[in-house]
Protein backbone atom coordinates (compact mmCIF):
# COMPACT_ATOMS: atom_id res chain seq x y z
CA UNK A 1 0.00 0.00 0.00
CA UNK A 2 2.86 2.27 -0.18
CA UNK A 3 6.67 2.38 -0.20
CA UNK A 4 9.74 4.80 0.17
CA UNK A 5 12.97 4.85 -1.38
CA UNK A 6 15.70 4.85 0.00
CA UNK A 7 15.61 2.44 2.83
CA UNK A 8 17.27 3.78 5.77
CA UNK A 9 17.50 0.14 6.91
CA UNK A 10 19.84 -0.90 4.45
CA UNK A 11 23.00 0.64 5.53
CA UNK A 12 26.00 0.06 2.63
CA UNK A 13 27.36 -2.72 4.36
CA UNK A 14 23.73 -5.13 3.87
CA UNK A 15 23.56 -3.72 0.94
CA UNK A 16 27.01 -4.77 -0.42
CA UNK A 17 26.36 -8.42 1.58
CA UNK A 18 22.55 -8.58 -0.15
CA UNK A 19 24.32 -8.10 -3.81
CA UNK A 20 27.51 -11.04 -2.51
CA UNK A 21 25.43 -13.22 -1.16
CA UNK A 22 21.98 -13.00 -2.87
CA UNK A 23 21.49 -11.08 -5.91
CA UNK A 24 25.35 -12.20 -7.94
CA UNK A 25 24.66 -15.87 -6.67
CA UNK A 26 21.29 -16.05 -8.23
CA UNK A 27 22.18 -14.80 -11.68
CA UNK A 28 25.33 -16.59 -11.34
CA UNK A 29 23.26 -20.15 -10.52
CA UNK A 30 21.15 -19.44 -13.47
CA UNK A 31 23.43 -19.19 -16.11
CA UNK A 32 25.66 -21.86 -14.56
CA UNK A 33 22.30 -23.77 -15.21
CA UNK A 34 22.03 -22.53 -18.78
CA UNK A 35 19.45 -19.75 -18.41
CA UNK A 36 21.52 -16.69 -18.59
CA UNK A 37 18.88 -14.06 -17.21
CA UNK A 38 18.70 -10.99 -18.89
CA UNK A 39 15.94 -8.39 -17.02
CA UNK A 40 14.55 -6.63 -14.24
CA UNK A 41 15.05 -9.45 -10.96
CA UNK A 42 13.13 -7.91 -8.09
CA UNK A 43 14.09 -9.58 -4.72
CA UNK A 44 11.49 -9.32 -2.14
CA UNK A 45 13.54 -9.29 1.17
CA UNK A 46 13.16 -8.99 4.77
CA UNK A 47 15.34 -7.08 6.87
CA UNK A 48 15.72 -9.20 10.38
CA UNK A 49 18.28 -7.79 12.90
CA UNK A 50 20.67 -6.34 10.25
CA UNK A 51 20.47 -9.74 7.61
CA UNK A 52 18.93 -10.19 4.39
CA UNK A 53 15.58 -12.83 4.23
CA UNK A 54 14.64 -13.64 0.12
CA UNK A 55 10.80 -13.84 0.87
CA UNK A 56 10.29 -14.22 -3.19
CA UNK A 57 11.95 -12.94 -6.42
CA UNK A 58 9.97 -12.07 -9.24
CA UNK A 59 10.85 -11.27 -12.98
CA UNK A 60 9.18 -8.04 -13.34
CA UNK A 61 9.74 -4.02 -11.50
CA UNK A 62 7.76 -4.43 -8.05
CA UNK A 63 4.51 -2.74 -7.32
CA UNK A 64 4.35 0.05 -5.55
CA UNK A 65 8.14 -0.42 -4.74
CA UNK A 66 9.12 1.32 -8.34
CA UNK A 67 7.21 4.05 -8.32
CA UNK A 68 9.46 5.97 -5.40
CA UNK A 69 12.50 4.36 -7.28
CA UNK A 70 11.50 6.08 -10.96
CA UNK A 71 11.33 8.76 -9.26
CA UNK A 72 14.19 9.35 -7.84
CA UNK A 73 16.09 8.14 -11.16
CA UNK A 74 17.84 11.05 -13.28
CA UNK A 75 18.93 8.34 -15.84
CA UNK A 76 16.43 7.89 -18.47
CA UNK A 77 15.11 4.17 -18.15
CA UNK A 78 14.60 3.53 -22.15
CA UNK A 79 18.33 3.44 -22.93
CA UNK A 80 19.00 1.62 -19.55
CA UNK A 81 15.91 -0.75 -20.74
CA UNK A 82 17.54 -1.66 -24.04
CA UNK A 83 21.38 -2.21 -23.13
CA UNK A 84 19.43 -4.70 -20.67
CA UNK A 85 18.21 -6.26 -23.45
CA UNK A 86 21.25 -6.12 -25.50
CA UNK A 87 23.17 -7.33 -22.74
CA UNK A 88 25.07 -4.07 -22.30
CA UNK A 89 24.04 -2.74 -19.15
CA UNK A 90 27.63 -2.81 -17.93
CA UNK A 91 28.14 0.48 -20.22
CA UNK A 92 25.47 2.50 -18.54
CA UNK A 93 25.88 4.46 -14.99
CA UNK A 94 22.59 5.36 -13.05
CA UNK A 95 22.48 8.69 -12.18
CA UNK A 96 19.68 9.49 -8.67
CA UNK A 97 18.61 12.37 -7.33
CA UNK A 98 19.44 12.42 -3.63
CA UNK A 99 16.15 13.46 -2.35
CA UNK A 100 14.26 10.33 -1.08
CA UNK A 101 10.86 9.26 -2.60
CA UNK A 102 7.38 8.61 -0.84
CA UNK A 103 4.53 6.42 -2.75
CA UNK A 104 1.16 6.21 -0.98
CA UNK A 105 -1.27 3.78 -2.65
CA UNK A 106 -4.73 5.21 -2.98
CA UNK A 107 -7.29 1.85 -3.31
CA UNK A 108 -10.61 1.25 -3.51
CA UNK A 109 -13.03 0.74 -1.26
CA UNK A 110 -12.89 -3.00 -0.44
CA UNK A 111 -9.89 -4.10 -1.28
CA UNK A 112 -7.93 -6.16 -0.90
CA UNK A 113 -11.05 -7.55 -0.88
CA UNK A 114 -14.25 -7.15 -3.23
CA UNK A 115 -14.37 -3.22 -4.51
CA UNK A 116 -16.91 -1.58 -6.96
CA UNK A 117 -15.55 -0.03 -9.95
CA UNK A 118 -16.50 2.95 -12.08
CA UNK A 119 -15.46 5.60 -9.35
CA UNK A 120 -14.82 8.91 -10.80
CA UNK A 121 -11.64 10.40 -9.64
CA UNK A 122 -11.37 13.94 -9.46
CA UNK A 123 -8.26 16.31 -8.67
CA UNK A 124 -5.83 14.86 -10.84
CA UNK A 125 -6.12 18.13 -12.75
CA UNK A 126 -4.62 19.68 -9.85
CA UNK A 127 -1.41 20.90 -9.57
CA UNK A 128 0.93 18.61 -7.64
CA UNK A 129 4.31 20.44 -8.29
CA UNK A 130 7.05 19.14 -9.96
CA UNK A 131 8.34 17.34 -6.74
CA UNK A 132 5.00 14.89 -6.63
CA UNK A 133 3.42 12.64 -9.55
CA UNK A 134 0.65 10.20 -9.54
CA UNK A 135 1.21 7.50 -11.31
CA UNK A 136 -2.17 5.31 -12.82
CA UNK A 137 -2.54 1.80 -11.80
CA UNK A 138 -5.93 0.73 -11.71
CA UNK A 139 -7.34 3.41 -13.91
CA UNK A 140 -9.43 4.09 -17.34
CA UNK A 141 -10.76 6.39 -19.03
CA UNK A 142 -14.49 6.39 -19.31
CA UNK A 143 -15.71 9.32 -21.98
CA UNK A 144 -13.50 12.03 -20.47
CA UNK A 145 -13.39 11.18 -17.28
CA UNK A 146 -10.75 8.86 -15.30
CA UNK A 147 -12.63 6.18 -13.38
CA UNK A 148 -11.24 4.00 -11.16
CA UNK A 149 -11.53 0.45 -12.46
CA UNK A 150 -9.01 -1.67 -10.14
CA UNK A 151 -7.86 -2.27 -6.49
CA UNK A 152 -4.94 -0.31 -6.51
CA UNK A 153 -5.86 2.65 -8.23
CA UNK A 154 -3.41 5.90 -7.63
CA UNK A 155 0.46 5.62 -6.43
CA UNK A 156 0.83 9.27 -5.93
CA UNK A 157 4.88 9.34 -5.10
CA UNK A 158 6.48 12.59 -4.00
CA UNK A 159 10.29 13.95 -3.16
CA UNK A 160 11.45 15.41 -0.12
CA UNK A 161 14.57 16.78 1.38
CA UNK A 162 14.28 13.85 3.74
CA UNK A 163 11.97 10.71 4.75
CA UNK A 164 9.58 12.95 6.50
CA UNK A 165 9.47 15.78 4.10
CA UNK A 166 8.88 13.49 1.28
CA UNK A 167 5.79 11.42 3.51
CA UNK A 168 4.43 15.24 3.97
CA UNK A 169 4.55 16.09 0.58
CA UNK A 170 2.66 12.52 -0.51
CA UNK A 171 0.20 13.09 1.93
CA UNK A 172 -0.17 16.89 0.06
CA UNK A 173 -0.99 15.51 -2.69
CA UNK A 174 -3.13 12.92 -1.98
CA UNK A 175 -5.35 15.35 -0.27
CA UNK A 176 -5.91 16.64 -3.43
CA UNK A 177 -7.31 13.64 -4.90
CA UNK A 178 -10.58 12.85 -4.37
CA UNK A 179 -13.12 9.30 -5.57
CA UNK A 180 -15.70 7.49 -3.81
CA UNK A 181 -14.76 5.24 -1.02
CA UNK A 182 -11.04 5.96 -1.61
CA UNK A 183 -8.49 4.52 1.09
CA UNK A 184 -5.16 4.58 2.02
CA UNK A 185 -2.44 4.02 4.83
CA UNK A 186 -1.54 6.87 6.82
CA UNK A 187 1.80 5.40 8.21
CA UNK A 188 3.56 5.11 5.08
CA UNK A 189 6.92 5.82 5.48
CA UNK A 190 7.20 5.29 9.90
CA UNK A 191 8.94 2.01 9.90
CA UNK A 192 11.92 4.25 7.93
CA UNK A 193 11.77 7.43 10.10
CA UNK A 194 12.07 4.84 13.15
CA UNK A 195 15.81 4.91 11.50
CA UNK A 196 16.99 8.03 11.03
CA UNK A 197 19.45 9.88 12.98
Not at 45 to 59: P, T
Request: proline fraction near 5%; include cysteine; charged fraction near 20%.
Amino acid sequence: MGAYSPAPVVTQQLFDDIMVKIMKPVVKGMAAQGAPYQGVLYAGLMIDNGAAKVLEFNARFGDPETQPLLFRMKSDIVPLLLACAEGKLHEHQVEWKNEPAVCVVMASGGYPGSYEKGKVITGLDRDFGENAHVFHAGTKLDDDRVVASGGRVLGVTALGADIPGAIANAYAAVEKISFEKAHYRTDIGAKAKQHLK
